[in-house]
């Protein structure tokens, strides 16, 4: 069981309520108002995730309703740019679409003499995206495998190169595929990577794109196109493809009511990092920020943003766990 899904389930025990406000892909009734603090001002520097700038975008519009002189810098160019920036002070945000390596949790340690503070954010459901136009019904993980990698770590008896290789007929019965992927600066190349490809290697023939919104671009664009990245990307022009874990199994469609169950088995949490000197209380800066995105306006805004919102039991034991009231 991932980290993912262990979380959900230790959510779903402590709290009834959890489980089904995150399936109903509405915010959580239970997160609390946030109310506006007094003294606060400065920098707040985000450098990391693409698949999350959008949302800390909007997030730091919505923290500027309330804190008007703070002025907020966001970088995204990718996570593997976030734990360095972290690490060297040159952020106080670092979001990932993946958790850090211990490589680079080793490295903050080295610097600070403690671990960075993983927060998670939301919850996000990595899709595989077809042109809108494509008539498959659904994949296997074993299958996406055996379309994106050269090593079939999942165990495809064959390479599937084709649209036919996937019971397609007629016109597209001989198309071949246009691979669209992220880079491998992102941490969602690197999930996908991950738990998609087994952690196996991509094809020579993938179209490596810089961000996630030039992935969905591609596929629209191409009627042979596929290509993964987070359902927050995804527009009319293409058709996120329920997917099944394994050969034979159920397909799960995309959906925050399986992301919930963690039967879509490519659910993840959005993650942003913080320095978090254990025995300090935050900057005035980075905890209301903090507080504002576990608030019941700062889920509002992940769900806005097409992602899902996490449970109040969640928010709430991330803001005991900060010492954040």
């Given at each position: 069981m991932n980290k993912f899904k262990r979380l959900m389930v230790a959510v779903s025990f402590a709290s009834c309520l959890a489980v089904p406000a995150v399936a109903m892909a509405d915010v959580d009734p239970n997160l609390q108002d946030y109310?506006?603090?007094?003294?606060v001002s400065g920098n707040l520097s985000s450098i990391g995730s693409d698949t999350l700038n959008n949302l800390m975008t909007l997030w730091a519009e919505e923290f500027a309703k309330y804190y008007p002189n703070v002025n907020v810098q966001i970088q995204g160019a990718g996570?593997?740019?976030?734990?360095?920036?972290?690490t060297e002070g040159t952020a106080m945000l670092a979001p990932m679409s993946r958790p850090m390596?211990?490589?680079e949790i080793q490295e903050f340690e080295a610097r600070h003499g403690y671990q960075p503070t993983e927060l998670p954010v939301a919850v996000d459901m990595l899709a595989v995206y077809v042109n809108r136009d494509n008539p498959i019904e659904s994949l296997s993980l074993p299958q996406v495998d055996a379309i994106f990698s050269a090593t079939r770590r999942c165990g495809a008896p064959a390479d599937i190169q084709r649209w036919g290789d996937l019971g397609l007929t007629g016109d597209w019965e001989n198309r071949d595929f246009t691979?669209?992927?992220r880079n491998a600066v992102s941490g969602t190349y690197g999930f996908f990577k991950d738990n998609a490809l087994c952690g196996g290697d991509f094809k020579s023939s993938i179209n490596e794109q810089p961000g996630s919104s030039s992935v969905v671009q591609g596929v629209t664009e191409s009627a042979n196109g596929i290509g993964y990245?987070?359902?927050g990307y995804r527009t009319s022009g293409v058709r996120?493809?329920?997917l099944a874990a394994t050969e034979g199994g159920i397909a799960y469609e995309a959906s925050a009511a399986n992301a919930a169950t963690g039967d879509y088995p490519l659910a993840r949490?959005?993650?942003v990092y913080i320095n978090?000197?254990?025995n300090r209380e935050l900057d005035p800066v980075t905890r209301e920020f903090v507080k504002m995105l576990y608030s019941k306006q700062g889920q509002e805004v992940v769900d806005r943003d097409g992602y899902v919102p996490l449970p109040a039991a969640i928010a709430q034991r991330m803001l005991e766990q900060l010492g954040i009231n």
């Open positions: 109310v506006r603090a007094s003294g996570s593997s740019t976030a734990p360095p920036a972290l390596r211990q490589s691979l669209y992927s990245t987070g359902i996120a493809v329920p949490y959005l993650l978090k000197h254990p």
